[in-house]
């Protein structure tokens, strides 16, 4: 059993490496076109595999992929879970996650939520995204005002401006119009034409309140086999420009003092499941 921060961090990374070989199994039954983003890929370019110090495993597709994926929760083995809002309603995020049964993982963001609980990899939603400067900055605010009411709380790590303006839409907002609010920007992610010149994925630090990073769609073709530990994954077509946009001198290690993973972990068990934690570890008071 583990606790904070002392769990194998190679084992961990082993485990979420069988979750990814049956998001590719089942990608690949449906015909779903995928490809390996962040640290996934920075890791697969640079080290040809995970990041050393890295403990998970984001892989995005477009919208029109995504929206069928999240309905293949049947097509997973019984050692695995496809979490969505819709699966697991106090998942309150525009994500999906593919959970292992039987561990324990749990995050300062979600240590109240009644969840899956288990060891993840990251799946997250490429959209169309607009060239005009003031549709772009709508279509970022929309994005923002989405995960601000599906969480039901403002953002904790997009800046002071985005805590304020979230903290009040969600007290002024009443929860029968938010579900309409959120139904509609829904529909309006998935509006831009399919040839749009830029995508964004539109969540987590790609997104602020004033700058949404953007991505040439031609970046996000046809995918570019590159060997991930022991496997042989989708990057994105131009993944060179991809990564020195996410990250600069990409093939530059960082400092020691900064090769550590940006997860909040609260604790780790990976040989129990996270329902004998109910109420010790997590939902506790």
Known sequence: MSEGYSYDLRRLQLMQLKILKEFVRVCQKHGFRFYI??????????????????????????????DRFIRCGADFGEEFFLQTIDSDPE???MIA???????TILEKDFIDADIHHGVFIDVYPLFG??????????RSWESLLYRMLLMEEAPRNHGKAAKIVGTVACRVIPRSLSRRIVRTIHRKLRSEPPDTRYVAFLYGMDVHLLHTIRYERSWFGEPVPVKFEDMTLPAPTDWDSYLKLRYNDYMKLPP????????????VDLDHSYEIYRGKKYLVG
């Open 97 to 103: 996650r593919i959970r292992l049964n039987g561990t």
């Open 129 to 138: 995204y607009p060239a005009e400067p003031v549709r772009a900055q709508m």
């Open 37 to 66: 983003m962040n640290g996934t890929c920075l890791g697969a370019i640079r080290h040809g595999g995970f990041i050393p110090w890295d403990d998970d495993i984001d892989v995005g597709m477009y919208a029109e992929d995504y």
């Open 256 to 267: 020691p003092e900064k090769q550590n993973s940006y997860h909040s972990f609260e604790f």
């Open 91 to 93: 998942f309150k995020t």
